[in-house]
């Protein structure tokens, strides 16, 4: 299918469609993995599956492009990008053709788009012209990464990325996709890990976006369905045994005294950082807690999830972190960019709480919750590929390493 012809195919594909057709999709859920007597050729859409279903429109759309791989990585069309100095506007030489030939294969150079479209070099020139660029930008932002037409050693790796991987990559989130339910609730939150993003999506629509930190590679984040059902202002942080033990206890008691921790033991009481109070923590009788306030790692506000892995939303106060594009930082839970605007939205939306009354809470610095009166859905998805509401196909960088993983055990 020649790129063309694949974005009418792709755009008629999604007339009608709506983010959230997109954003319902990818999600890794604590269920068992599908049996292998029941897949079916990735190449084709599943039989009996309700095509107008968020599963099965994103199914049909990742399937046709999982085909459109598989063709390129059989034929002798892909040739990688030689290496060489970075390509900036105005260079000149066969490398640039090169460049043009990829992303035509890509889909992301189509000389119809341009006004010169009938000039030799629109098609096959080696002069890295404005049209080129800007097919270069859109290759970068599918891929993640700085739309700054730069093609440096960074863009060049992701072009050069073998077919065969990205049938890998394909195959993989369709997977995932295949244990989907397929009715997500006409309200719910989607995080995608890889994309380092959170949505809310209310009547198939996108109603607020908010960029987010996740887990590190050795603390990765569990890929969840469950239900966010209740808020905490002020909440006090219970710190995991094993961050209390190796990071915070070794610093000494002046020190996380001065920033509001104590030891509490099983009936709730504060007591002494003494060596045996210390080592009780490891037995699991007494436990690491920080009070609630402005100086808590987990911020002002905490979004309960009810799951088996400990994982929550959080405020944070190391801010800085939303500037990076990657941004895998945590031990797990999942940190918020707008928190208290997020907070605000449901309790608006679910308690009927206006900001007055969301202000005491957040100042009289106890901790207070705050149940939903109907808890949302909550999905935590592991998402490196997916088309986009614009038909875009787009790729994120595997930071689990779960692309490679088979079966349900890149579940996480």
Known sequence: MGAGNRSFSLNKSIQGGTVALMLALALGIDSPPVSANTKTDLDLPVPGRDPFSPYGRQYTLLSEELARYRTLAQNDQWQPLDA?????????????????????LYGDFRPSDFPNKNTKEAHNGDVYDKPLQEAVRRFQRRHGLKGDALVDERTRSRLNTNPNKL????????????????????????????????RLIEDEREQFRMKVVVGKPKHKTPQLTTR???LEFNPVWRVPPNIALRELLPKGSSALSAKGYRLINHRGRAVPFTRGNVAAVRRGQVSLQQKGGPGNALGRVKFVIPNRHAIFLHDTNSKHLFKKSQRAFSHGCIRLEKPLKFARMMLAQQNRWNNARIDRALMSGRTHGVALK??????????????????????????????????GANRG
């Open 84 to 104: 060489g100095q970075p390509i900036t506007p105005g260079s000149r030489g066969p490398r640039v053709a090169q460049l043009r030939s990829l992303l035509m």
């Open 228 to 230: 966010m059902t209740r």
């Open 374 to 407: 109907n808890p949302l859905p909550v999905y935590i998805a592991y998402w490196t590929a997916w088309v986009d509401e614009n038909g875009q196909l787009q790729f994120r960088p595997d930071i689990y390493n779960r692309d490679n993983a088979s079966n």
């Open 167 to 198: 049938v890998r990559i394909l195959s993989a989130n369709i997977e995932r996709w295949e244990r989907l339910p397929k009715d997500l609730g006409p309200r719910y939150i989607v995080v995608n890990v890889p994309e380092f993003n959170l």
